[in-house]
């Protein structure tokens, strides 16, 4: 069955450091998002991505934060200067159509130290 | 803006019993849908059930079943006959139907432990 794959599972890095999560969504899928949990919360909406382009985006997604598709296949999130309120897992997320099912993958654990 | 609660933060059942998960949402829209994920253990979310919200029928999924009360704002989760498989982090989420919207709105979770 396809699935969402994200890499690294656990990555540990130093504040201020830039850091690059990566996900390799469900192959024929179109559109793309990123969520993130802190420890203990709910889950929150990070950014929407769809045609190359950034679709939908939350007031946490701010300047230190952007997505990429270099290739057909990955998609990544880039923090550019990792702060201690950054650590969380993060899940990346694909869905066939706009409304479509989303897939998640199993997340990427940040911790910044 | 929209916003989920789930009220338990946690809840337990005897295996094969049934359980049911409370959530309640707010929006001023008309239109929308409403998920029930799954988290285990291993982190990997994984959706249950989806309810259109312009349907008046509940949705079912086998052993699942949702209880929608669109005048209340509340979507229930029944499980019937739980399995140890299904001890899991539960969270209610809703999106919007509006064009362009596309982000899930998640509520805090619930715990669900069922004892062998």
């Known amino acids: 069955e396809p699935e969402v794959t994200q890499t690294p599972s656990h990555q540990v890095t130093q504040m201020g450091q830039e850091v690059i999560l990566r996900c390799v969504p469900i192959?024929?899928?179109?559109?793309f998002y990123w969520y993130r949990q802190i420890l203990g919360q709910k889950v929150e909406f990070l950014v929407s991505?769809?045609?190359?382009?950034?679709?939908?985006k939350s007031e946490i997604f701010d300047d230190q934060f952007s997505v990429e598709r270099p290739d057909g296949s990955n998609f990544t999130l880039k923090i550019r200067s990792t702060k201690l309120e950054d650590s969380a897992m993060y899940f990346c997320?694909?869905?066939?159509?706009?409304?479509?099912?989303?897939?998640f993958g199993q997340g990427t654990r940040l911790t910044v130290v | 803006a929209q916003t989920v609660t789930q009220s338990q933060p946690e809840m337990s059942v005897q295996e094969a019993e049934t359980v049911t998960l409370s959530c309640t949402y707010d929006?001023?829209?008309?239109?929308?849908?409403l998920f029930w994920y799954k988290q285990p253990p291993s982190r990997q979310m994984i959706l249950v059930i989806r309810?259109?919200?312009?349907?008046?029928q509940n949705a079912t999924e086998n052993r699942f079943s949702v209880n929608f009360q669109k005048a209340a704002k509340s979507f229930s989760l029944k499980i019937s006959d739980s399995q140890l498989g299904d001890a899991a982090m539960y969270f209610c989420a809703y999106r919007s139907a509006v064009q362009g919207a596309q982000k899930l709105v998640f509520g805090q979770g619930t715990r669900l432990t069922i004892n062998p």
């Open positions: 997320a694909s869905s066939g159509t706009r409304y479509g099912e989303a897939f």
């Open positions: 991505f769809y045609n190359n382009e950034i679709s939908e």
């Open positions: 309810q259109e919200a312009y349907k008046q």
């Open positions: 929006t001023s829209e008309s239109d929308y849908y």
């Open positions: 192959s024929n899928h179109l559109y």
